[in-house]
């Protein structure tokens, strides 16, 4: 264990907002150049705790307990380009940041010294070619220079605790890879970081203190080898365990073809700047199977899931189903045809209606797409969501009051009451906690093995999801660069990309090699 | 950067076409008004031999299509053709009115932006309590009063029963500058709607902008609350107060009719007035032309602007 000082101290720490506790009596202790991860499912009070840091509460919260800082705070969200202003130059906070320090120097010297001061937190924070970057727009860069740009605001800011939330959630393997690098190379610096995170991973290979909370509660804490390796308590271990290996898909149950893609392109854009993103020569889905599609972000992926349902209409060759192709855009196919293929989108909260009850919304699938009476496929409905563990009071209520993981199988639970043939599931489970997406993980495969005939198209950026996939297709700058079964892919990749996307994945444990 | 540099100009050409269509419109419009600039000119002896002669003297009596052609064709040599009415040139009516409203405009604007901005960031600020309910209900109140209810009332009120300020500009004619209390009224009247609106849209778009994460971060990070309103949370907020910005100048460039007529300002309104009970085609047709270019620049202006603002929304012509 470091002696050093101790640089942030929380103390007893409870938040109240109307009565209902976020935080219970927390207490946490950070020292320079150490890594402190505060892990937990969402809604566990993490994000609270980490902005208690930097002096920020929930609107009308009631707040007991200490906390201690000693030294400036920086703060990493989860998507940077959130805390970046998106009417004003890169440079523009950089600038006023900069111009606050040097207010003591002789008027003539201050221009120059910001613009010093500024050059090299950004040089710190990996950003070569800083002069021509302050002068774009946030919009204008990619996502990892924005989150660089925020990295080198708390460097400039001089911050001697940096707060992390999420840095990786939702981020592909080889994006992920960098960020860990990025925080490590923070703490070597002597600077404290508390990782706020779900991504184990992450965690595993970066955190010196680990401290799990549930509930609003620290349920077990200590140096991270001891934690994550000899977890004390049930949750911790619930936490850890390790990613679902058992495939979605029975073994050698596929059947006969469903859906063929036939000389794919897809564009985007219009006019003169059309581009196409994403060409497949030929791709076979068959009944009982799971074809997981795995790639960066950009890769393609979601154009080829959008295109499949309908959604992308501007493309070349052809979707067909049962061998019949299916008009391009979902205006033009028939109630039958928009059955046979659903979607699950990955933004559950954007796809229910704010306003209306969940069950009222997933019943409509039945009445539109399968004609069925309102009594009828309210009941259905009902069923459905019961089967995948939503109650019925839980259900009668309005999304707002379902938490993201409920309001993903109620989206789930509503592409089935269309009975289809195929289920393509965008991105489901990323942004939800590990527990969370286990559990609705092995639902989807009790729906595979369960409803005859369905095949599951299942887009993700992260290979533990992917794994348990009959068949993988690995897509790179819109090219399907190799298909095969899980099997070949996972172990003896042939094509370059597939070898970096597994190498760059940190913990290659039984989820891959099966 | 050519991306908008074309951008800029498909604009300006379509601009061009809107402003041929509008004088086009107006041709057509004021033909098919019954009478013309003879039947006008005969006034109380409408007698038909006294007007088949002026007719002829105007040279009315030859088709519209060539009195049209004629006319554009002066255009296009930069000149707008003479009046019917008095015989003088229409680019001098123009002149003379042209100065009493950008006057009026000017001073206006300099007011508005400044009052207008400074209410709407003052009622985010404050939001929901008693300083932005009353900035709220106040501009609520006085944006619903017309230009001309709300004239009579200061006329009323601050010239005939203070007599604070002369009632009308009567008296003074073009140099409007020389005298600046007949100003006062006016600029209060044209102040009055366009500082609500505008007030009201920054306060919307200030009070997102103030809840947004960007600002909570500069914040975060230091910077003085002043500068943190206005340099970086203001920017944000802009973007629809400038395009309701170019309608309001382009409103008051064109010459506020019922503002000039109450105060006897001769500005463009007045022209266009006289011109149209005149039925003095060359000088409406001038007008239109000049107010068509108006709104074009001025709209190109403002979209430019809120590009700049709003750089992530793309342009499009």
Redesign the interface.
């Known amino acids: 264990m470091k002696q050093d000082p101790v640089l942030a101290d929380i103390d007893g720490l409870t938040v109240e907002v109307d009565g209902q506790v976020l935080v219970d009596r927390v207490g946490l202790r950070i020292r320079p150049g150490t890594v402190t991860a505060l892990v937990g499912a969402s809604g566990s009070g993490k994000t609270t705790t980490g902005l208690a840091l930097l002096g920020e509460y929930p609107a009308g919260a009631r707040v007991t307990g200490e906390v201690v800082v000693h030294g400036r705070i920086g703060f990493i969200p989860q998507h940077p380009a959130s805390v970046l202003n998106p009417a004003r130059r890169v440079g523009a906070l950089l600038r006023d940041m900069a111009r606050q320090q040097v207010r003591d120097l002789p008027r003539t010297r201050r221009r120059a010294a910001a613009r010093q001061r500024v050059a090299e937190a950004l040089a710190d924070a990996q950003l070569p070619d800083a002069a021509e970057l302050l002068r774009r727009y946030p919009h204008q860069l990619s996502g990892g220079q924005q989150q660089r740009v925020v990295l080198a605001q708390a460097l400039l800011l001089g911050a001697r605790v940096l707060v992390a939330d999420e840095p990786t959630t939702g981020q592909d393997a080889l994006t992920k890879r960098r960020v860990v690098d990025q925080l490590a190379s923070v703490a070597r610096r002597g600077i404290a970081v508390l990782l706020l995170s779900h991504d184990l991973d992450v965690v595993r290979e970066l955190a010196d203190e680990v401290v799990v909370m549930r509930g609003g509660r620290v349920v077990e804490k200590g140096p991270a080898h001891k934690v994550l390796e000899n977890p004390v308590h049930p949750w911790t271990r619930e936490l850890l365990a390790e990613p679902r290996t058992v495939p979605y898909a029975e073994e050698g149950r596929a059947g006969t073809e469903v859906l063929r893609v036939d000389g794919l392109v897809a564009h985007h854009g219009a006019g003169g700047s059309r581009v196409p993103v994403l060409r497949v020569a030929g791709l076979t889905l068959r009944t009982g199977e799971c074809l997981a599609v795995v790639g960066r972000s950009g890769s393609g992926k979601t154009t080829l899931a959008r295109c499949l349902a309908g959604l992308h209409r501007d493309h070349r060759g052809q979707v067909l189903l049962d061998g019949e192709p299916l008009p391009r855009s979902l205006r033009d196919r028939s109630r039958e045809q928009l059955a046979a293929v659903q979607y699950v989108f990955q933004d559950a909260r954007a796809a229910f209606d704010g306003h209306r009850p969940v069950l009222d919304q997933v019943a409509r699938t039945a009445v539109r797409l399968r004609g069925a009476g309102r009594e009828e496929a309210t009941a259905e409905a009902r069923r459905t969501l019961a089967d995948l563990g939503l109650g019925d009071d839980l259900v009668r209520r309005l999304p707002g009051l379902l938490s993201g993981g409920e309001l993903q199988r109620a989206a789930l639970a509503r592409a089935l009451l269309a009975r289809p043939r195929v289920l393509v599931c965008d991105e489901i489970t990323s942004g939800l906690d590990p527990v969370t997406r286990r559990s609705l993980l092995d639902l989807l495969t009790v729906l595979v093995r369960q409803r005859d005939g369905l095949c599951v198209v299942l887009i993700t950026h992260d290979l533990d999801t992917a794994a348990p996939a009959t068949r993988i297709a690995v897509l790179d700058g819109g090219e399907v660069v190799e298909v095969g079964d899980r099997e070949q892919i996972l172990t003896a990749p042939r094509h370059p990309f597939t070898v970096a996307l597994l190498r760059a994945s940190t913990r290659r444990g039984s989820a891959v090699r099966p | 950067m050519s991306g908008l540099r074309s951008w800029i100009a498909r604009r300006l050409l379509l601009g061009v076409a809107q402003t041929v269509a509008v004088v086009l419109l107006v041709f057509v419009l004021t033909e098919a008004l019954p009478g013309d600039a003879a039947v006008a000119f005969a006034g109380d002896q409408p007698d038909p031999e006294r007007i088949a002669a002026v007719r002829e003297a105007m040279g009315l009596d030859r088709p519209a299509h060539i009195r049209l052609g004629e006319w554009v064709g002066g255009l296009l040599h930069g000149d707008f053709g003479t009046s019917l009415a008095s015989g003088r040139p229409v680019s001098g009516f123009l002149a003379d009115g042209f100065g009493p409203t950008v006057l009026l405009a000017t001073v206006t604007v300099l007011l508005l932006v400044p009052v207008g901005v400074g209410l709407g960031v003052l009622a985010a600020r404050r939001e929901g309590r008693f300083t932005d309910r009353l900035i709220s209900s106040a501009t609520l109140g006085v944006y619903a009063v017309p230009e001309f209810a709300l004239g009579v009332l200061l006329v009323t009120v601050f010239a005939l029963r203070l007599g604070w300020f002369p009632p009308t500009a009567v008296g003074y004619g073009t140099d409007l500058l020389a005298h600046p209390a007949a100003l006062v009224l006016p600029v209060l009247v044209l102040l009055a709607r366009p500082v609500c609106s505008l007030s009201r849209l920054v306060r919307a778009g200030m009070i997102d902008a103030l809840a947004?994460?960007?600002?909570?971060?500069?914040q975060?990070?230091?910077?003085?609350g002043f500068?943190v309103r206005y340099?970086?949370a203001l920017?944000?907020a802009l973007?629809p107060a400038t395009q309701q910005l170019a309608r309001t100048v382009d409103w008051l460039l064109c010459g506020v009719v019922v503002v000039e007529a109450l105060f006897v300002i001769p500005g463009l309104g007045t022209v266009l007035m006289n011109a149209v009970a005149d039925r003095d085609i060359p000088v409406v047709q001038g007008l239109a032309v000049v107010f068509g270019l108006a709104t074009v620049v001025l709209n190109l202006g403002a979209d430019l602007v809120t590009h700049r603002?709003?750089?992530?929304s793309g342009v499009a012509a």
Do not use: V
């Open positions: 947004a994460p960007y600002t909570a971060h500069a975060r990070y230091g910077i003085p500068r340099a970086h920017p944000n973007a603002l709003a750089p992530r």
